[in-house]
């Protein structure tokens, strides 16, 4: 069941979304070769407190932190390590979601550690592009679900990557996951809903360089590529109101 926000509950998602996105600019001066995925977490988790809000991730199905970081490889949902240490070259998703007052905000960014090779970089680029061309579709008066699936589709497609299938954007606001999936493909079997002012949702590509196949790790979170190519992950939480949408996570 999918349910709308009021303008008050719009307001509460905007504060969180503002502070998340904070969150993302300090990330980017902060993240560095030689940090393990665990320091990465400990800055997610540290800029929460100061800012009085929490990561309902942590806990979430018994998850361990605030913060999911996904290196190369790993497509989502990477526990992080303090084993695993970033190095030049690698590409690192950070997928975080904030809550402030009861509100959930939730996006992720793609990272570049150093220099990468052009194909990876051209790959986050892409994917990128396809979280703000799913945006744009979502902007266009009686839009409905699957015109987002199909802009994100489209675009990672014209590239011959992967769109990874077994994992969807959702509504989010009141908790991390709610109604509808927002699938990054068009499948005529899946619920089609019409955009409108109240929805609020999590757009989240999340595009492989090679096979769209994915596999699930022993930890039971990790999800790598099934070919060990990188993979790539973007995401904002948006909002449909009277005046059109509006992206609840970026400054
Ligand atoms: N932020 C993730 C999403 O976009 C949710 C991760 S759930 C967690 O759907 F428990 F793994 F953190
Ligand atoms: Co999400």
């Known amino acids: 069941m999918i349910q709308l926000k009021s303008k008050e509950d719009i307001d509460g998602i905007r504060t969180s979304g503002h502070i998340l996105a904070e969150l993302f600019e300090h990330l980017g001066e902060e993240i560095a070769e030689g940090m393990s995925t665990w320091d990465v977490d400990k800055v997610c ?24 970081v996904s290196v190369n490889d790993m497509v989502i949902h990477g526990i992080p390590s303090k084993r695993e240490i970033l190095r030049n070259g690698d590409i690192v998703s950070v997928d975080i979601c904030l809550e402030k007052n009861g509100y959930v905000s939730d996006s992720t960014h793609t990272y570049e550690i150093g220099k990468v090779s052009p194909e990876v970089h051209q790959l986050n680029t892409v994917t990128e592009k396809c979280l703000y061309l799913g ?9 409905r679900i699957h015109d987002i699936s199909k802009a994100v589709f489209t675009h990672a497609s014209k590239y011959g ?26 499948s005529l079997s899946m619920p089609n809903a019409r955009l409108r002012p109240g929805l609020v949702i999590a757009i989240e590509p999340m595009i492989n360089m ?14 790598k590529t099934i070919d060990g190519k990188p993979a790539c992950h973007w995401e904002h939480t948006i909002a449909v109101t009277e005046d059109g949408i509006e992206i609840m996570t970026k400054l």
Do not use: Q
């Open 210 to 223: 090679g096979t769209y196949k994915v596999k699930t790790l022993p930890d039971g979170w990790g999800v």
């Open 161 to 186: 990557y992967g769109v990874v299938r077994d994992y969807t954007g959702h509504g989010v606001g009141f908790s991390i996951h709610e109604d509808p999936e927002v699938p990054n493909f068009v």
């Open 135 to 143: 945006i744009e579709a979502a902007s266009v008066p009686h839009a």
């Open 45 to 68: 988790a540290d800029f929460m407190k100061r800012n009085h809000s929490t990561g309902p991730c942590k806990g979430y199905m018994g998850y361990p932190s605030v913060s999911c």
